[in-house]
Each structure stands twice: as structure tokens, then as C-alpha cells.
């Protein structure tokens, strides 16, 4: 097996679990927390300091623009914190898809490895009810759904604002992944056992 599967998910939507799932199954490593800490050895940034900020930069480099207390130094070394820490973990990224097949989540992983590695790129949505009913039950963020359904659409934004800053492109777009899944009709397993069925074929391929 040579194919890198990438997988892009809306917050709550079980994508990680998904990707987890697939990895196990097809006997492949899973990568999503392991790039943090890679690229904090890229970066000499702390783990905590990436895990809190990354996606997030461009969030609060926008709202300096509308906020008289930040000075144009400021905003510059926001913007450069944000660069260093996508580009530390582009290369992780990278690192990563070196060594070969493998399953990555997140982090513009799709954009990082097209055109240099045979990718199989994947989307995983929900219906708004389950990420509500998952924010609470599994991530355990709140007990209150209005709060998780706030956070949901916060998570997005940023994953979404991320997105098209470095890519150019609309994140959870149909036409910019292979696949993409609703996990709701679905089922998260089910998920990963169509995903597992196309890796296969897909990886036959030249």
C-alpha cells in the first residue's frame, strides 16, 4: 500500500474516530496528534502553544484590524506566529507521508501533499443533531446543547477561514476532496468500511 488517505471533517462529525477506524483496519499509521508534536520539534513552539493556536491566528489577526489597541507590529507578529506554526506542520505533514501510507486528519493535509503523493482526500460531514449529541456525550465540551451548537459553528469557521487563507479554496467543498461522507446516514463505522473498500481499489491504481 502506497495511498495517503487525508481526512478533512466538520467539527463533530466523527471524522477523527472515522480516520482512526480506517488506519486499524487497514493496518496503517494514524497521525493527527503525533503532527503537533512533530511540529513542535520543526518549530521549537510547546505542544500546548500549537494545540491551543493553531487555526486561530488568522481569528484573532482579524479582529485586530477592527480593534483600535493593536498596532500594525502587533498584528505582523501575529500573522508570523500563525505562518511558523502552518508551516511547521506542513512539514510534519510531509515527514509524515515520507514514510508512507497512512491516514492524516486535518490541517490542510490535502493541500500540503497534492500533486507530490498519491492522496486519497476525504470529507467527513453530520447532520447538526449528532454533533451536538457528540460535543456533549464524547467530547464532553458542555452539557448545554445551545453552547455545543456555538462551539460547533465557531470550530467551522475557523477550520473554514484556515482553509481558504492557505489554499485558496473552499473547505468542505464537494469538488476539492475524492469522497466525502455524512456520517448521520451513515454511521461512523459504516464510514470507515466504505473508505476501506475505495482505499483498496483506489491504491491499485497507477
Not at 1 to 21: A, E, H, N, P, W
Not at 87 to 98: H, L, P, V
Not at 129 to 134: I, L
Request: proline share 1%; aromatic share 12%; glycine share 6%.
Amino acid at each position: 500500500m502506497k495511498t495517503i488517505v487525508t481526512i478533512s471533517r466538520q467539527y463533530g462529525s466523527g471524522g477523527r474516530f472515522i480516520g482512526r477506524l480506517l488506519a486499524d483496519e487497514l493496518g496503517i499509521p494514524f497521525y493527527d496528534k503525533e503532527i503537533i508534536a512533530q511540529a513542535s520539534e520543526n518549530s521549537g513552539f510547546a505542544q500546548e502553544f500549537i494545540k491551543e493556536n493553531e487555526q486561530k491566528m488568522r481569528g484573532i489577526s482579524s479582529f485586530a484590524f477592527t480593534t483600535s489597541m493593536w498596532t500594525p507590529n502587533l498584528i505582523n507578529n501575529f500573522e508570523n506566529i500563525e505562518s511558523r506554526i502552518y508551516s511547521s506542520e506542513a512539514e510534519a505533514i510531509e515527514q509524515f507521508a515520507k514514510q508512507g501510507a497512512c491516514v492524516i486528519v486535518g490541517r490542510c493535509a490535502d493541500y500540503v501533499l497534492k500533486d507530490k503523493y498519491k492522496c486519497l482526500d476525504v470529507f467527513i460531514h453530520a447532520d447538526m443533531k449528532d454533533r451536538v449529541e457528540r460535543v456533549i456525550n464524547i467530547y464532553r465540551r458542555t452539557d448545554d446543547p445551545k453552547k455545543a451548537e456555538r462551539l460547533i459553528k465557531e470550530n467551522d469557521r475557523m477550520r473554514a477561514r484556515h482553509y481558504r487563507y492557505y489554499t485558496d479554496s473552499e473547505w468542505g467543498a464537494s469538488d476539492n476532496y475524492h469522497i466525502t461522507l455524512n456520517s448521520t446516514v451513515i454511521g461512523v463505522e459504516n464510514c470507515a468500511k466504505i473508505l476501506k473498500e475505495a482505499y483498496l481499489q483506489y491504491d491499485k491504481e497507477e
